[in-house]
C-alpha cells in the first residue's frame, strides 16, 4: 500500500533556531503533499498545500515566511519552522494524494512532534 | 461550503457497552468518507473508508460505520467497546479527486471498567 514517512518522528530545538521536517512517498510519486498542524486536544488544520515544481500555496493566516516549503521532488517535500519559538510547538502531519483499490485518498505520514524551549 | 460536523466532543462508555459516535457533512457532491483513530501522541490510523457500493462498510478493530446519504452522515459504531478503544476519533471527508480533505473537529472517548 501507499506509505509516507516523516522525519524526525519527534524534535526539541532552542527558541530562535530552524527545524527541517521531512515527508516522504515512499512507494508512489505524489505532485502534491499536504502539511497539517494539531495542537493538543484539537483537530488537524491545514497549513498549506506543497507543489512539486512551484511554489506552495498557504492557508490563510499561515505564515509563509515563518514555514517555509520545498516540494523537491515528486517523493519529498519539506516544512521548515523557521526561527521557532514556543508557540510553534506543535504536532505537524503531512500526507500525500494517492490510490487505494482505484480510489483516491489521502495516506498521511506519522506525524512530527515538535518542541520549541 | 464543506464542513465536517462531529457532534460529541466527548463520550464516555463503560467497557463492554456499544458506541456510536456521530459525523456529518456537509458537501457539494458525493464524497469518499473516513473515520480514523489518533491515540495520545501517536499519529492518525485509518479505521474503515467509503467510496462507493454498500453503505455499510466494516473497518479494523471491529469498527463499522454506514453512510447514509440522505442525513449527510456516517457514523461510526462498535458492538462492545474494549478499554483499548479509548483514544481521539476524526471523521473526515474527502474530494474524489483526492485533492481536498476536510476534518471533523474530533470526538473524544473515555472507557470506563
Known amino acids: 500500500g501507499a506509505v509516507v514517512s516523516q522525519h524526525p518522528s519527534w524534535v526539541i530545538c532552542k527558541s530562535g533556531t530552524s527545524v527541517k521536517i521531512e515527508c516522504r512517498s515512499l512507494?508512489?510519486?505524489?505532485?502534491?503533499m499536504f502539511w497539517y498542524r494539531q495542537f493538543p486536544k484539537q483537530s488537524l488544520m491545514l497549513m498549506a498545500t506543497?507543489?512539486?515544481?512551484?511554489?506552495?500555496?498557504?492557508e490563510q493566516g499561515v505564515e509563509k515566511d515563518k514555514f517555509l516549503i520545498n516540494h523537491a521532488s515528486l517523493t519529498l517535500s519539506t516544512l521548515t519552522v523557521t526561527s521557532a519559538h514556543p508557540e510553534d510547538s506543535s504536532f505537524y502531519i503531512c500526507?500525500?494524494?494517492?490510490?487505494?483499490?482505484?480510489?483516491?485518498?489521502?495516506?498521511f505520514g506519522p506525524g512530527t512532534r515538535l518542541t520549541v524551549l | 461550503a464543506q464542513s465536517v460536523t462531529q457532534p460529541d466532543i466527548h463520550i464516555t462508555v463503560s467497557e463492554g457497552a456499544s458506541l456510536e459516535l456521530r459525523c456529518n457533512y456537509s458537501?457539494?457532491?458525493?464524497?469518499?468518507l473516513f473515520w480514523y483513530v489518533q491515540s495520545p501522541g501517536q499519529g492518525l490510523q485509518l479505521l474503515l473508508k467509503?467510496?462507493?457500493?454498500?453503505?455499510l462498510v466494516q473497518g479494523i478493530k471491529g469498527f463499522e460505520a454506514e453512510f447514509k446519504r440522505s442525513q449527510s452522515s456516517f457514523n461510526l459504531r462498535k458492538p462492545s467497546v474494549h478499554w483499548s478503544d479509548a483514544a481521539e476519533y476524526f471523521c473526515?471527508?474527502?474530494?474524489?479527486?483526492?485533492?481536498?480533505?476536510?476534518f471533523g473537529t474530533g470526538t473524544s472517548l473515555t472507557v470506563i471498567p
Open positions: 500526507s500525500a494524494p494517492g490510490t487505494s483499490g482505484g480510489y483516491n485518498e489521502q495516506f
Open positions: 512507494d508512489f510519486q505524489a505532485t502534491t
Open positions: 506543497s507543489n512539486e515544481g512551484s511554489k506552495a500555496t498557504y
Open positions: 458537501y457539494g457532491a458525493t464524497p469518499y
Open positions: 467509503y467510496f462507493s457500493g454498500d453503505t
Open positions: 473526515a471527508v474527502g474530494a474524489r479527486s483526492g485533492n481536498q480533505f476536510y
